[in-house]
């Protein structure tokens, strides 16, 4: 705690105190450590941020790379396997990255550790909302969703 109030005080040590909390989780025993990243391929588009140090790079049109910005090159690492008590879940999204896709050679995952989900039908995409409702696999939100969706209908 004495850590996070550091980081909350300081603006300037925030990002240590994140590094620091994150070494002290991977090398804990005491406690079961589950991290989750969502959205990952976002990290390789270039960030809003503009340098003039990235000019000269077609692809970022001098803008920084967030594996440049010391908090995401931080959490963009894919080594779950290295905490003791722990696991690391990292997925990507390209909903809205059009024609952005993400393989597992542009961020050195390892090989095995990627599992490619296809692109349902919209009755495979139905019937599992369905049978994720009537087994309360979902969270409340999307099934007060389907229920307000059911409600516009008709």
């Known amino acids: 705690m004495d850590i996070i109030e550091a ?15 994150l070494d002290q989780l991977y090398h804990q025993d005491d406690f079961k ?10 990290w390789l588009q270039p960030s809003k941020y503009d340098s003039f140090r990235y000019t000269n790079d077609p692809k970022l049109k001098g803008y920084i790379p967030p594996r440049d910005i ?13 905490m003791r008590q722990g696991v690391k879940f990292a997925t990507t999204t390209h909903f809205k990255t059009f024609n952005h896709m993400m393989t597992p050679q542009q961020v050195d995952w390892f090989t095995g550790y990627s599992h490619k989900v296809e692109n349902l039908s919209l009755n495979e995409f139905r019937n599992m909302l369905t049978y ?3 087994t309360d696999w979902t969270p409340y939100f ?3 969703w389907e229920i307000e969706r059911l409600y516009m209908e008709t």
């Open 7 to 21: 980081g909350q005080k300081d603006p300037n040590l925030a990002t240590n105190a994140i590094a620091e909390i």
């Open 33 to 42: 450590v589950l991290c989750t990243l969502d959205g990952y391929n976002t």
């Open 70 to 82: 010391a908090l995401v090159r931080l959490l963009m690492k894919f080594d779950g396997h290295m």
């Open 132 to 134: 994720k409702n009537l």
């Open 142 to 144: 999307w099934r007060e």
